[in-house]
């Protein structure tokens, strides 16, 4: 996968935006544009990886490098 070569390549690399390009593509094409499907929140397990997902993702997003 391109995103995992993606590490070794400086920021003002130009084939940065060919990988970010290919990146959200790959998920768009397999699943398409539309919204996720739901998770069936009734299972305990599926409930606390998505919270675990969902709270991992606000931490990064508060960092800054």
Do not use: C, W
């Amino acid at each position: 996968m391109a995103a995992d070569h993606a590490d070794d390549l400086a920021p003002d690399d130009p084939h940065i935006d060919g990988v970010a390009h290919r990146i959200v593509a790959a998920p768009l094409e397999r699943y398409g544009s539309g919204l996720p499907p739901e998770l069936d929140v009734t299972f305990e397990i599926p409930r606390l990886i998505q919270g675990t997902v969902n709270a991992a993702s606000r931490r990064g997003k508060d960092s800054t490098p």
